[in-house]
């Protein structure tokens, strides 16, 4: 049976037992567009984009849906997401230069990062940036130079590290004390910061930020963070910093395989409102704007990966490999995090599982394994694996190891498609 957990909202299986995706027979979009293939479902994106809008300003009016462009963009997916009335957060003049492109209202993008160059920082304020992110001392310098050449006044907020841990792999926890990422609280640091940035005339201090990993399971570390990001807040109206703007981050986890429950996103609004208000009213603090930054919870669900099976490789009572014509190049997820997916046969969709394969990619490494231990209907070359809940840092991480030309990416959407990035070829690699 279909995982539907895993899948794009608009999933089907048509009479022929054919994944559909968007109104669209995978089987056919493989044809028209070969594979390896991204399917991103529009539907999913719009829906998740409106669901998060939904929740949270249910509970607290005054917020902004910042989606973290790093999870993946491009010039459509961003013209969907302004359609939704989402904000953004960018990481890169790259990113930003995307935004610019289509003409996203650049007041409502963050930028983030904790080495952005004097060129990105010029590029962002040059075009109106909303809000610069800074993340340590020399950037609060070095943006408040770029300010003043461009004789302007730049809105920013303080990333901060709480020191919280969210409990997911340590490349992706981001908020603990001994990270790359912000001023931390307990050092003093952070509100060194505040009191640097609110001298100088260049800078506006507004707000204070703080991501504190991804994909987070659980709703306490927001709720434990919030209330240890307050508690420093408070202190700091003697520089004469006020908190306008607050945001926790993103980080919302989403379903990978068949048994995972993450929160709801209400659960996660929930929890984040809850202690927002609970201690603004403790610490006799104003309640600020609230931003929130999902990327992995609004594009992750919406992307299913098509591969073609190619070689077939079965050592007697150790192991069969199936080969797929992707892997590591465009999904480094599982190499980089050890991270689980499910796989599903998208030309006999509810074909009754016969044996345990793994799904091995096609790179030079012998870590490019897609799927571990996976029971699936006898494959044979020809056959079409699909991999759900890719549409999150798998494109956007993608490579062109081995020289291999990166994947096509088409967007579903009622039975229409829409390509929207282009198969590298050959002559790319050249
Ligand atoms: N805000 C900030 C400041 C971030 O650094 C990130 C992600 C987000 C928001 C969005 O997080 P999300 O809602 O997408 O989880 N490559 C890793 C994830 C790295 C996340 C980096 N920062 C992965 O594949 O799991």
Do not use: W
Request: one cysteine or more.
């Amino acid at each position: 049976m279909l995982p539907k957990n895993v899948f794009p909202i608009s999933t089907e299986v048509n009479s022929q037992n054919h994944l559909v995706i968007g109104g669209c027979d995978t089987t056919v979009l493989a044809k028209n567009f070969g594979t390896p293939l991204y399917v991103f479902d529009e539907i999913t994106v719009r829906q998740l984009s409106r669901d998060f809008i939904r929740e949270f300003r249910d509970l607290h009016p005054n917020t902004t849906v910042a989606y973290g462009s790093k999870a993946f963009t491009n010039k459509t997916i961003a013209r969907i997401l302004l359609e939704e009335g989402l904000g953004l957060d960018v990481v890169s003049g790259g990113e930003l230069s995307v935004v610019v492109h289509v003409g996203f209202p650049l007041q409502d993008v963050y930028f983030h990062g904790n080495n952005k160059t004097q060129v990105e920082l010029e590029y962002a304020l040059k075009h109106g940036i909303g809000r610069v992110v800074v993340d340590n001392f020399y950037e609060l310098e070095l943006l408040n130079n770029v300010a003043a050449t461009l004789d302007k006044v730049q809105d920013i907020l303080i990333r901060v590290s709480p020191n919280v841990d969210p409990h997911t792999h340590s490349h992706t926890t981001t908020g603990t004390l001994d990270s790359k990422f912000g001023f931390p609280i307990e050092t003093g640091q952070a509100e060194e910061a505040i009191r640097i940035a609110v001298e100088k005339s260049n800078i506006n201090p507004i707000g204070i930020h703080a991501h504190l990993g991804s994909p987070i399971f659980e709703t306490d570390p927001y709720s434990t963070a919030i209330g240890i990001l307050l508690n420093f807040a408070r202190d700091l109206t003697k520089y004469g910093f006020q908190l306008k703007e607050f945001s926790p981050g993103g980080g919302f986890a989403i379903a990978y395989t068949r048994d995972q429950e993450p929160p709801s996103i209400r659960q996660y609004a929930q929890s984040i409102v809850t202690a927002l208000i609970e201690n603004c009213t403790k610490f006799h603090l104003p309640t600020p704007k609230l931003i929130v930054e999902p990327g992995r919870s609004i594009i992750g669900p919406a992307g299913v990966a098509i591969y073609t099976v190619g070689a077939i490789k079965n050592i007697p009572n150790i192991r069969k490999y199936v080969s797929v014509d992707g892997g590591m190049g465009d999904n480094i997820r599982p190499a980089l995090y050890d991270s689980k997916y499910e796989a599903v046969v998208a030309n006999r969709v509810n074909d009754d599982p016969e044996e345990i394969v793994t799904i091995a990619g096609k790179f030079c490494e012998s870590g490019d394994i897609l799927v571990k231990d996976v029971a699936l209907p006898t494959l044979q070359h020809g056959d079409l694996i699909s991999i759900p809940a890719s549409g999150a840092y798998c494109p956007s991480m993608a490579s062109t190891y081995n020289l291999n030309p990166r994947p096509a990416i088409v967007l579903a959407n009622e039975g229409n498609t829409r390509l929207i990035r282009r198969r590298d070829t050959f002559e790319d690699m050249t």
